[in-house]
């Protein structure tokens, strides 16, 4: 008689989903450039990071915020304005990327890289 083979149950991780978000295209530079400005508009955002379309980036402040890694505000006086901040998850995840983002600049030979802000 053949030993039972044990059957392994699909746990999901949360680990996974974290990362099959943030690691889109575009996540981890928006989430930079709202920390490098600690809160920033929506226009704003798009004239910084070069290349970004419209609708991505909506999309992507969309899934950061489902994400809790950013927080929409509107202002209370008029003219209305929204603008994005880091939540306390945002802004750790920002810290764990700087290196990265600093490994980045450095190993392709863009030490002033912009997208660093102060940090870099």
């Known amino acids: 008689?053949?030993?039972k083979r044990k059957t392994r149950k699909n746990v999901s991780c949360p680990l996974q989903g974290i990362i099959a978000n943030?690691?889109?295209?575009w996540s981890l530079l928006v989430l930079n450039e709202i920390g490098?400005?600690?809160k920033a508009?929506?226009?704003k955002i798009l004239r910084e990071l070069e290349g970004i379309s419209p609708k991505s980036l909506a999309d992507t402040l969309k899934e950061l915020q489902r994400m809790g890694l950013i927080e929409r505000n509107i202002s209370e006086k008029a003219p209305l304005r929204v603008?994005?901040?880091l939540t306390q998850s945002g802004k750790s995840l920002?810290?764990?990327i700087i290196p990265l983002l600093q490994w980045a600049a450095q190993t392709t030979h863009?030490?002033?890289c912009p997208i660093l802000g102060t940090d870099g």
Request: aromatic letters at 10%.
């Open 110 to 112: 863009h030490s002033n």
């Open 94 to 96: 920002r810290n764990a």
């Open 41 to 43: 508009n929506y226009n």
């Open 1 to 3: 008689m053949m030993p």
């Open 36 to 38: 490098i400005h600690e």
């Open 22 to 25: 943030v690691t889109k295209k």
């Open 83 to 85: 603008h994005y901040s």
